[in-house]
């Protein structure tokens, strides 16, 4: 016991300063430690919530992208038949002019009638084909009216991945 009281005068001197001290620098600390930690957990969360939705855009571009092709290749098969009905169209109407033209050379009858019977026949083909290529190219202005929509559904996602990616830049500057 005697030594227990010594070791206790001799150590109570060295004590008291360490137990004044310790509690409010150690506090401030593990406060400016906990304070930076949530910070941290709050910029990880942040960061993995913009990942996932970059994520997703750049999914949705994709799948535009993929979309806009095919009303690329709507209006690029559209356009070709519109270009084969024209050229019809205008094959047609060589055709019957030559036939015409000829027609007014020929003193026979019965040649003349057969040649006013193909001309007939060719009229009612062009009455078709300008049909066809009205068709045509109703089909071309729908099938570019597709591409601009399909377009701007694209540069609207493209918009959201850049906003995205300068708010992200934004954050990382702070």
């Not at 015409?100 to 006013?116: L, V």
Request: aromatic letters at 2%.
């Amino acid at each position: 016991m005697n030594r227990l009281v010594f070791l206790f005068l001799i150590a109570h001197p060295f004590c008291l300063p360490a137990f004044s001290q310790g509690p409010s620098n150690d506090s401030q600390t593990l406060q400016t430690v906990l304070k930076e930690i949530r910070q941290l957990r709050q910029d990880f969360k942040t960061a993995s919530i913009a990942i996932e939705r970059a994520q997703i855009l750049i999914h949705r571009l994709h799948e535009q992208d993929v979309a806009v092709g095919r009303a690329l290749q709507r209006l690029d098969d559209a356009r070709a038949k519109l270009a084969t009905a024209q050229t019809s169209r205008l094959n047609l109407v060589s055709r019957i002019k030559n036939i015409e033209d000829q027609q007014s050379g020929i003193s026979n009858p019965q040649e003349s009638k057969e040649m006013a019977d193909i001309v007939s026949q060719l009229k009612a083909k062009l009455a078709l084909s300008l049909t066809e290529e009205q068709e045509a190219q109703t089909r071309v202005t729908e099938c570019e009216e597709q591409v601009r929509t399909e377009q701007a559904k694209s540069g609207a996602l493209q918009d959201q991945l850049d906003q995205l990616d300068r708010s992200l830049n934004n954050s990382t500057a702070r």
